[in-house]
């Protein structure tokens, strides 16, 4: 669906809570994590969805408010489990000017990112389709991501293992990022997703970018075939369930790693089609 399709004629009003820098300071990508006070109970969420947020204008063309959808980085209930909150993870954005090299900033995550606590954030949503926790316990979840696409991973993992205590299948999460600070929810800022570690069902496998200056994609296809022989025993059991969240760029690298490891791209995408009719494969995508 296009964003021009989403309707924005009730948004609601949240109060921000707290903005906090999850990425160091100095450090040219500025990623935080938001937690929004939600007006009333009606607006209910699960992991894998994702909220329109309006950034109020002017904005060109007399727009009065720029929408732009970001993942929901809190179980259902919210990071306190009192139902009256919601997180995201913005990155702060810019784009370039191809022809005078001049940037611009992106007007929702500098919306976003700029907010002081109290301020009011408009929201709309949620949208999309949940990470269904799989009915099993000993279902295996592989989890493939990078940047923000971190988001809903934080609030599936954590409504996983809060729900269900020990999961019993094998959890594990390929994430991707330009360095080590930028391992969000993993780095010295907030360990959130290094707290489950000590599970004995979950494993967390880094993938860094072999050029950051130069905007490389992380390497995710590597770290999967560093692992290639569980991943493969993974993917092929009816049991497994797998779920892809962030930049398409990644998205691509691990699609590369698949099809290497299925022997071609028509074995992997025919191999991913039948994981998908079973309901056992989720994205989450954008560019
Ligand atoms: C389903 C979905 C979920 C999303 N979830 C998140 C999320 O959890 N966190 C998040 O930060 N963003 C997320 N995004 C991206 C987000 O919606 C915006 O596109 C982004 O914040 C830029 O919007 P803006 O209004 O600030 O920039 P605009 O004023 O619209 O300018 C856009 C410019 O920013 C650049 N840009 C857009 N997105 C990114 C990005 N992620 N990283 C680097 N550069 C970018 C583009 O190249 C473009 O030049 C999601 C997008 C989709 C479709």
Redesign the pocket.
């Known amino acids: 669906m296009r964003?021009s399709e989403y309707d924005v004629n009730n948004p609601y009003l949240t109060t921000l809570v707290s903005s906090e820098r999850i990425t160091p300071l100095g450090w040219e990508a500025e990623?935080r994590h938001l937690v929004l006070r939600l007006p009333d109970i009606a607006f209910q969420y699960v992991e894998g969805q994702?909220i329109g947020?309006l950034?109020p204008g002017p904005h060109e063309f007399g727009a009065t408010h720029?929408l732009?959808?970001?993942?929901?980085?809190s179980p259902r209930g919210g990071d306190d489990g009192r139902g009256d909150t919601i997180s995201?993870?913005?990155?702060?954005?810019?784009?370039?000017d191809d022809i005078s090299g001049e940037r611009?900033?992106?007007?929702?995550?500098?919306?976003?990112c700029d907010a002081n606590p109290g301020d009011i954030v408009p929201i709309t949503g949620p949208?999309?389709v949940q990470f269904e926790v799989p009915p099993r316990e000993d279902a295996n979840l592989l989890m493939v991501g990078a940047?923000?696409?971190i988001?809903?991973f934080r609030a599936f993992v954590k409504h996983i293992y809060q729900r269900h205590g020990a999961w019993k299948g094998k959890v594990r999460l390929f994430y991707g990022a330009k360095s080590g600070v930028e391992m969000l929810y993993m780095n010295d800022f907030r360990k959130d997703l290094a707290l489950y570690y000590e599970q004995s069902s979950f494993r967390a496998f880094e993938a860094i970018s072999p050029r950051p200056h130069y905007d490389a994609p992380p390497e995710i296809d590597r770290a999967v075939l560093d692992n290639a022989h569980e991943i493969w025993e993974m993917i092929q059991d009816p049991n497994t369930y797998v779920y892809v969240?962030?930049?398409m760029e990644a998205d691509k690298k691990f699609e590369l790693a698949m099809e290497k490891l299925a022997g071609s791209k028509d074995a992997w995408l025919d191999l991913k089609a039948s994981i998908a009719a079973d309901q056992r494969y989720a994205e989450?995508?954008?560019?």
């Open positions: 964003l990623v994702s947020v950034a720029h732009r959808l970001y993942s929901i980085a995201i993870c913005v990155r702060r954005c810019f784009s370039i611009y900033p992106g007007r929702a995550s500098h919306f976003l949208y999309g940047g923000t696409g988001a809903p969240a962030g930049l989450l995508l954008y560019d």
